[in-house]
């Protein structure tokens, strides 16, 4: 999927004094500490609000530059590695990679199915995404937002949709194992219900009502010799 034209993404930040176990402070007052880093440039640690993160961060993914600035200097970047709270989700810290726009870079690009297979809607086949993100290496301004994986020729399950099968862009290849699988188009499996096995009690409990039967059978025949006598 081919990225339309958008504004410049800015990310406001501030040069981190923080560290360690002292960050929980920048945390209390909604900031969120951060890294960047990249070839040829010495590792900065920063600090950026975690609203404004967030917006960002909803515009760019992983797949846009975002310019961090800085100084007075917008660093142009990609967002590298985010670590989220484990209970909350909430972005704890952010690493982001320094880039050449004119340099190649791999990221990380989401994989999107769009299409409808007629094995899924005429036979029950289920769509099963075995690798949700795909590396791809291009120039930072021609990563693609998303890679499209198109199932509408599947017509029959069991068919295993590798990147040997994907078409690259003309602005992009992907840095990929070809024989890696992507999508597969699996058979619906279903699970068989064995019938319930009768409990082992029941003979005894069968057994014993038997016995009872026999008791009640006894005694009208003892009552019946005894009204004779």
């Known amino acids: 999927m081919a990225k339309t034209k958008s504004e410049k993404i800015i990310l406001e930040a501030k040069k981190r004094e923080l560290f360690g176990k002292k960050v929980k402070k920048l945390r209390r007052e909604g900031k969120i500490p951060a890294n960047i880093f990249g070839r040829n440039f010495k590792s900065t640690a920063i600090s950026i609000e975690a609203g404004e993160f967030s917006r960002v961060y909803r515009l760019a993914g992983r797949t846009n530059v975002i310019y961090i600035k800085l100084d007075n200097k917008e ?3 990609l967002v590298s590695q985010i670590q989220r709270h484990p209970l909350t989700d909430l972005p704890i810290h952010v690493d982001f990679k320094k880039i050449d726009l004119k340099q190649k870079v791999e990221a990380e690009v989401p994989v999107k199915v769009v299409g409808t297979s007629p094995a899924v809607e005429e036979k029950g086949a289920e769509v099963i995404v075995q690798s949700k993100t795909l590396l791809v290496e291009a120039l930072p301004d021609k990563i693609p ?15 295993e949709i590798k990147v040997k099968d994907l078409k ?30 009768p409990s082992e009690e029941a003979p005894a409990e069968e057994s014993e009502k038997k016995k009872e039967e026999e008791k009640k059978e006894e005694g009208k025949e003892e009552g019946g010799e005894e009204k004779k006598e």
């Open 145 to 159: 937002a998303a890679i499209e994986v198109d199932i509408s020729s599947v017509t029959e399950p069991g068919v």
């Open 75 to 77: 660093l142009p970047v």
């Open 168 to 197: 690259a862009g003309k602005d992009w290849e992907f840095a990929e194992e070809p024989e890696k699988t992507v999508v597969v188009i699996a058979a619906h499996v279903t699970e068989e219900v064995e019938p319930e096995k």
